[in-house]
């Protein structure tokens, strides 16, 4: 009976080794058989894609780097971690970044991520203004660190919310477009860039600079940024933007755009009053220029229609039927109000 036992036991300790394994349970990061791929890379190869992993070097160890091709995002995985060198785990990516040309695969990749036990719907979403990664994934860069300072920048919301895949997914499902998170490639290796308009399996437009920031106000995220007043640096957080549909009779006629900041001057209060105007101003303008790009694709990326239905619930019906057709040509007015806390 004894024996039994002890047979059984081992038997099911060996099953549960085996059934960890193929979840792809986590492995140490410090082991030198093991690389923790913490950001994934994708571009167009052929009729497939190649993939591109990293992962930090630590230890004094080099980054780890890697690439692989399949004809699908499950067959370059599994060639990316069947390599024999040393053990690929794919468990844990974090980000996953596309060039500009393979936004077409999104879909099938999305897809990939949500049946795969091992492939986490959290992982960060990134579009980099390339048509390869090759620049981003060579030389003595560490792609993956560097990803993980412009991850604690989304994470505080310094200029823009980072996009799960999760959430990518969800918006996909309700035929809405995105706005994606941009990255561009510079001396300094990546950095954060704006936003990438995806629609209909492609990028159609990219909002940097003013727009960028306008994009972002507009999506209603509370972020916040660096700006100055006169020659005052300050903090700006914004706390949220409300979108108002103006009518006529029945008919939506235009949009009324309110946002509103707080402001803390970075050197202290210097006893003298500020005028925030010029800066309320330069900021309406901002969101208008995001709001100028949306329009001009035809795209209500920054989930306006739901933000002003909340605005009079009774009328949501008619401007439910109306948006589709009338926002390309909406005429648009943006009221900027900014808090500065002088510390007094």
Known sequence: MRRMAALLFLLLLLLTTCLTGCAGAPQSRESGATAVVS?????????????????EGRGGEAPFRADSRGDTPAAAVEALTNQGERVVSCAHVEHLLLTQT????????????????????????????????????????????????IQSQGKDRQTFAPLTLRQAAAALAKGEPLLIPALSVG????????????????????????AALGAALLSGEKIHWTGSL???????????????????????????????????????????????????????????????QLQAAGADAAGLLGRAGLSNPFRWDALNGQWQGVFPTLPATCTVTVHVDQGR
Do not use: K
């Not at 990546?190 to 629609?199: K, S, T, W």
């Not at 006169?230 to 933007?241: F, I, K």
């Not at 009324?256 to 330069?282: I, K, N």
């Open 230 to 292: 006169g020659e005052e640096a300050l903090t700006l957080q914004s706390t949220g933007c409300q979108v108002h549909p103006v009518w006529e009779g029945g008919r939506v006629v235009g949009l009324d755009l309110r946002c509103r900041l707080e402001g803390v001057l970075t050197g202290g209060w210097t006893g003298e009053a500020t005028d925030p105007t010029p800066l309320e101003r330069e900021t309406a303008q901002a969101v208008l220029q995001a709001l100028d």
């Open 39 to 55: 950001v994934l890379g994708v571009e167009p190869a052929g009729e497939g894609i190649r993939l591109l992993a990293a992962a």
């Open 102 to 149: 393979a936004a077409a695969t999104l879909p099938a990749l999305l897809s990939y991520a949500f049946q795969e036990p091992q492939q986490s719907t959290e992982t960060q979403l990134w579009v980099v203004q390339a048509d390869t990664l090759a620049e981003s994934f060579s030389g003595e860069r560490d792609t993956a660190q560097r990803m993980t300072v």
């Open 187 to 210: 001396e300094a290796g990546l950095a954060f860039a704006g936003f990438a308009l995806y629609q209909d399996g492609a990028i159609t437009r990219w909002l940097t600079g003013p």
